[in-house]
């Protein structure tokens, strides 16, 4: 059974930083291209950055326009585990964060169970 468990979220003042962490089990973590969402209250679901199966470093990774510069996404396939690393952030980030096997970014039910990012003074 495929399992995501996002980490890491909480509440930042605006210009902090939060890294975080979604662990996968379940299924062969470097065979998939991975890809963290999120969704903000009174907002739709917004896609943020997905990483290909072996791009441990990100390096061509892909990002919204509203995080470019901002966020870097990572992975660590001996760990079996993704990582966002957001920096500069505002009140407009605040959201709950989602990582998904971007092969199922349709089916929510596939999804994690997501983490709280609050960006508030």
């Known amino acids: 059974e495929v399992q995501l468990v996002e980490s890491g979220g909480g509440l930042v003042p605006p210009g902090g930083s939060l890294r975080l962490s979604c662990a996968a089990s379940g299924f062969t973590f470097s065979d998939y291209a991975m890809t963290w969402a999120r969704q903000a209250p009174r907002r739709g679901l917004e896609w943020v950055s997905t990483?290909?199966?072996?791009?441990?470093?990100?390096?061509?990774?892909s990002y919204a326009d509203s995080v470019k510069g901002r966020f870097t996404v990572s992975r660590d396939n001996a760990k079996n585990t993704l990582y966002l690393q957001m920096n500069n952030l505002n009140p407009e980030d605040t959201a709950v964060y989602y990582c998904?096997?971007?092969?199922?970014?349709?089916?929510?039910?596939?999804w994690g169970q997501g983490t709280q990012v609050t960006v508030s003074s």
């Open positions: 990483i290909d199966s072996k791009d441990t470093e990100g390096v061509s990774a």
């Open positions: 998904v096997r971007d092969t199922d970014y349709r089916y929510r039910n596939r």
